[in-house]
């Protein structure tokens, strides 16, 4: 299998099948295509066009099959490698955790519009004023906690659904994004963060990320077109 992605500072969205693959062990080859602009017509445009309708990374190609939605790559993971459970093997657990990932791919537009991935940068100052200025960046990343503590407390941890599976692979650019801008969280969600970047998928993504330096400078308000 090949797996497409983009730039690992910057594409959340790569991000997750990539983690969930190496947490799992599940083989794959990385096809790097690094963005250079988002124009029709850029280089990167053109590349992921020859693979996949949408011109959009992330995409998993198993056997001539392109597979370009994230929610797609992970149900044609677990399917095709039901002995690893990247969902919760109890039917009422793994449909919550479809539900937190539906969530995830569909909502939080105000967390993901102002606070985009940027893996090497710390941006403190910049998260703070975020808070103050923007309500809806409260409003979603209060209903992130309050989705994780749900989901750790039925579960008991350590990770949402007991071991770690597609939903915590979905959640960790979000992860990412608090650690990144400073975002006030609890004390739960804080260790909760720090469990998740010690997995060794997250830990492998964030140390190839750190050392791409070829970070791109982006105005504000930030493109969110890049995922």
Request: proline share 6%.
């Amino acid at each position: 299998m090949q797996l497409y992605i983009g730039n690992k500072n910057y594409s959340s969205w790569s991000m997750r099948p990539w983690v969930l693959m190496r947490a799992f062990d599940i083989p794959f080859d990385e096809v790097m295509v690094r963005f250079d602009t988002f124009d029709a017509d850029s280089s990167f445009k053109r590349r992921i066009a020859e693979v996949a309708p949408t011109g959009r990374v992330p995409v998993l190609v198993d056997d001539g099959l392109a597979i370009w939605d994230t929610l797609a790559i992970a149900e044609y993971l677990a399917e095709r490698f039901a002995q690893h459970a990247l969902w919760p093997r109890d039917a009422r657990q793994r449909a919550r955790a479809r539900s937190l990932c539906a969530e995830m791919h569909s909502g939080f537009p105000s967390l993901r519009s102002h606070c985009p991935q940027n893996i090497e940068a710390s941006l403190p100052a910049m998260g703070e004023r975020i808070m103050k200025e923007q309500s809806g960046v409260r409003s979603d990343l209060e209903r992130v906690q309050a989705l994780w503590a749900d989901a750790l407390q039925a579960s008991g941890g350590p990770f949402l659904f007991g071991a770690f599976g597609i939903a915590d692979a979905y959640f960790a650019p979000v992860a990412g994004r608090i650690r990144t801008y400073g975002l006030p969280v609890s004390n739960a969600t804080s260790a909760y963060i720090e469990r998740v970047f010690t997995n060794p998928g997250v830990a492998a993504w964030v140390r190839d990320a750190l050392a791409e330096r070829d970070f791109l400078q982006f105005e504000e308000p930030y493109r969110t077109s890049r995922d």
